[in-house]
């Protein structure tokens, strides 16, 4: 007699979830795009991602951007901006701050296009705000 496997109400199996993960840090990568001439890529690779400025803003060195990376247990979004000014946040949904890890980061275990494209703006308002602080 073979003994099968029955999957569980509510669960994922590991390669769906290895699915959605590389979904979800592909997508969250693609948020950093438009910033690329700009920024400087630091990291590409299959689980990081990270940018930070081409000019030496601060203390003589260049200041982290943001970064996507894809860990064990979710994909992280970080974007320094929001450390540097919280305000940004204003107006952000409640179902993405439930995402918020710290200050200024995001987990994330699947692709969700609507919080993707509602960061896709918060990181436009973090880049002008580094634009306008003189600090690209």
């Not at 970080?78 to 540097?84: D, F, R």
Request: proline share 5%; hydrophobic share 40%.
């Amino acid at each position: 007699m073979v003994a099968r496997k029955t999957a569980r109400v509510g669960t994922t199996s590991a390669p769906d979830r290895a699915d959605d993960f590389g979904k979800a840090f592909y997508a969250l990568k693609q948020i950093f795009a438009p910033y690329e001439n700009r920024l400087h890529v630091i990291a590409d690779s299959r689980e990081k991602y990270y940018l930070e400025t081409k000019s030496r803003s601060y203390n003589g060195r260049p200041l982290f951007f943001g970064a996507a990376i894809l860990g064990r247990s979710y994909v992280s979004f970080h974007l320094m901006p929001l450390y540097w000014d919280p305000s940004l946040l204003k107006g952000a949904s409640a179902e993405l701050q439930k995402h918020m890890q710290g200050k200024s980061c995001f987990n994330f275990t699947s692709p969700d296009p609507a919080l993707f494209r509602e960061l896709a703006k918060l990181t436009n308002r973090g880049f002008a705000l580094y634009n306008r602080k003189n600090l690209l």
